[in-house]
């Protein structure tokens, strides 16, 4: 991933992600650390960068650091409404964290349920949790 297109995905300049996405860049690349710019933009709530991400075509269900995804960083850094739309377009919910730092063998919901976040858990865990 070029420093642009990773400035972009954390500041949130959407313009900046349309115009790389219309000249072809790859959606997937990835950071030094192996995150994805869903990834960087779902950690911070980017809702809108999320959104066009998906609509790109982004793979949902990379994994850095810990095994986490997109959703479970999400869930970590208390970003319901991000969750839910990664979970509507089709994210993975069963991937599990690995290696260190608490996540080992969790999924997005036992993360939330973990973080007091109730409601998103019981909502992870339904089935089906995008048809809704």
């Known amino acids: 991933m070029d420093k642009l297109w990773e400035k972009a995905a954390i ?7 349309e115009a790389r996405i219309e000249t072809g860049e790859d959606v997937d690349a990835k950071d030094k650390y192996g ?7 779902a950690v911070r709530g980017h809702e809108g960068i999320v959104r066009r991400l ?7 269900d990379v994994t850095a650091k810990w095994g986490l995804s997109a959703a ?9 409404v991000i969750v839910e739309a990664l979970a509507k377009a089709g ?10 730092g608490g996540f080992y063998g969790k999924t997005a919901a036992e993360l939330a349920r973990e973080n007091g976040q109730v409601e ?7 089935p089906g949790p995008g048809d809704d």
Do not use: F, W
């Open 35 to 41: 995150q994805t710019a869903l990834m960087l933009a």
């Open 11 to 17: 500041e949130a300049d959407l313009a900046t992600i």
């Open 72 to 80: 479970m960083l999400a869930v970590v850094n208390h970003r319901p």
């Open 120 to 126: 998103l858990a019981d909502y992870l865990e339904r």
């Open 54 to 60: 998906i609509e790109a075509g982004a793979d949902l």
């Open 91 to 100: 994210a993975d919910l069963s991937l599990r964290g690995k290696g260190e």
